[in-house]
């Protein structure tokens, strides 16, 4: 007859079990595991377990799993169990997928949780298979989010250097992973961007402009390119100031990689394991440092562009002001001949084409000469603004154009604007330039100044007539016909409009 086992003979065998499982008796509350648990979450000093002990994730919604979801419950009720999860020990939380089994013995049923953490889902003796396998999981990865980032926008990126962070921690089985940016001077650092696994705290608020100098230690580290600490507890005293910041945050183990752009230190991107020391392979420096280099030419690019976006801006500008500069009259601010000669064409077959009216006024400063010679040209300079600043409030049309047509002859166009109206604004104008009251001791009109307006009105039909005529010969003859009614204004005694 062979030996029966006891309870604590199946706890005994079960607890040797390199494979990392959880299991408990149907009938007891008592939980157990495996020393493969052990070594798989860093446990090394276990006094007693019991559920709530370990604490379980949706590894997505990262909410805690309610009481009828637990892996226990579930096997209990609903048999085989294959599900992930994010399973979290006082030592160490990873993401997992948890199948379950029951093993039946003399002593009763026993229910066991098969714990497999991300990237070792194949088995042992195939180590080469498992590597290939996580290479080209990784590959896959970097492609998927190089792709997003190629063509990305200012706007898109924050989203896209989030969603990579997230999917590298996740692939990685890490508890945090961030972003950080140096100012200019390198004498600041910020969190810009940080995912955090279930159950662990944020810390990117807590982490802006944060001084450079406060962790020398790590800033010649990540200088030269890379810091990597596997156990912070290891860490030399000239790093005490670094090894406080950690130990504050729980973190074990860390890992940062030097982000370049432009051939200067951007930041880093860097990942922590919290509550055990952590043995950082080849493989996750190799795979950090790729993740890096991703992020910095995507930064790079997004540079270049902004420099080459921001020379657009800056050119259009210059070309806007150089517009101006040959459009504007210098004296007076007004549009000058140049702008006048191109609107007025522009106006003629715009008028003609929406069937509008259009007038044209000529303004001409009496006795100009005569009142430079009594008050100098800084004076008559000075009358000249104020007779465009008038020339300009008496005239209400959003299309309307004011210029400075030559010397002391001014222009306005007034497009949609038929022969009585145009007849209106002269009569405003010469009532406006008379309530001025400059003195002018040479003019006949109580020794004020004042202008003449010499005005041409078409109607539609009218601009119909002159459609047959080239564009400069409808504006020359427009201008030929409201200069011979000046003319005829100056002739009829002055501070008149004639038509």
Sequence with gaps: MGMRLSSEDIVAVLKQMPSSILFKRI?????????????????????????????????????????????????????????????????????????????????????????????????????????????????????????KLINANVNELDSI??????????????????????????????????????GVTPFIDELQNMPTSSLPFFISHISNGIFKVDDVSSLPDCAAAEKAVFEEERIFSLLCVRIMVNDTIYGFIGCDIIGSPYSWSTFDIQYLRRIGEMLGNTLQSLHNRKILQKMQVELLEANKQLEQLANIDGLTGIANRRLFDTTLKRDIQRCQEQGLSLSLLLIDVDF????????????????????????????????????????????????????????????????????????????????????????????????????????????????????????????????????
């Design 27 to 147: 009938d007891s509350g008592e939980l157990h595991c495996s020393k493969g648990f052990e070594k798989t979450f860093g446990i090394t000093k276990l006094n007693g377990l019991d559920e709530s002990a370990i604490t379980f994730f949706d590894s997505h919604s990262k909410q805690k799993t309610a009481a009828n979801e637990l892996p226990f419950n579930l096997a209990a009720t609903e048999g085989a169990l294959s599900r992930q999860y994010r399973v979290q020990t006082q030592c160490r939380a990873m993401n997992c997928r948890v199948e379950s089994g029951v093993i039946t013995t003399s002593v009763g049923q026993w229910l066991v949780l098969y714990l497999t953490p991300d990237g070792n889902d194949f088995i042992d003796d195939n180590r080469e298979n498992s590597a290939a396998g996580k290479h080209i999981a990784f590959n896959q990865l970097l492609s998927n989010f190089s792709s």
């Design 161 to 198: 250097i989030g969603q990579a962070l997230a999917a590298f921690g996740e692939f990685s089985n890490v508890d945090r992973c961030y972003l950080f940016e140096f100012s200019e001077d390198i004498e600041l650092m910020s969190n810009t961007h940080e995912w955090v696994a279930a």
């Design 368 to 499: 100009f000469k005569q009142y430079n010679d009594d008050y100098g040209h800084v004076a008559g300079d000075r009358v000249l603004i104020k007779i465009a600043q008038t020339l300009s409030n008496s005239c209400l049309g959003n299309d309307d154009l004011v210029a400075r047509y030559g010397g002391e002859e001014f222009a306005i166009i007034l497009p949609g604007t038929n022969n009585s109206e145009a007849k209106a604004i002269a009569s405003r104008i010469l009532r406006n330039i008379t309530l001025l009251n400059i003195p002018h001791e040479a003019s006949a009109y109580d020794k004020t100044l004042t202008v003449s307006i010499g005005l041409i009105s078409q109607t539609n039909d009218d601009l119909q007539s002159l459609y047959d005529l080239s564009g400069d010969h409808s504006a020359g003859w427009l201008v030929s016909q409201a200069d011979e009614a000046l003319y005829r204004a100056k002739d009829e005694g002055r501070n008149c409009s004639r038509t």
